[in-house]
């Protein structure tokens, strides 16, 4: 069922772990048996932003994360090459290509370019919803 599938933009892991709330994370993916979705381009993406010098202060221990990420979730090779799915950040693509290829129901993201394509998105792919972390939390609130 596409209710409890969800692709997780790097934006929100990257949240949950410099704010030190990644137990919150897999409290709401284990107590509510979610299947969230990852794949190499977004474990290589969260690798590298969580090495810019401004978040570098916050001390997250990138391989223990790793391994939490790939510990509660499923990894999936995406089929290339990948479509443009978004406009003005290219770099967001594989997202929605990730969303696709699982019949996923939700992403989950912060990112501006993914956010201010949704209602499109929406009307395109009719059983894909874009959420905010906050909706997100508002919906498995636990």
């Not at 929100?12 to 137990?23: K, P």
Request: hydrophobic content about 40%; some cysteine.
């Amino acid at each position: 069922m596409r209710f409890n599938r969800f692709v997780l933009d790097n934006n929100i892991w990257v949240s949950y772990f410099i704010t030190n709330q990644q137990q919150k994370l897999i409290d709401i993916i284990t107590k509510t048996k979610l299947d969230v979705f990852i794949c190499d381009e977004l474990l290589y993406e969260f690798e590298t932003v969580l090495q810019y010098p401004h978040l570098q202060k916050f001390k997250v221990d990138i391989r223990n994360a790793v391994w939490l990420m790939k510990d509660i979730t499923l990894h999936i090779n995406l089929t290339k090459p990948i479509k443009k799915y978004i406009p003005g950040d290219a770099d967001d693509n594989y997202i929605l290509a990730l969303a696709l290829q699982t019949n996923s129901g939700f992403v989950t993201s912060g990112d501006k370019h993914i956010l201010s394509q949704k209602e499109l998105l929406e009307k395109k792919f009719t059983k894909l919803k874009i959420i905010t972390k906050t909706e997100f939390e508002k919906k498995f609130s636990i």
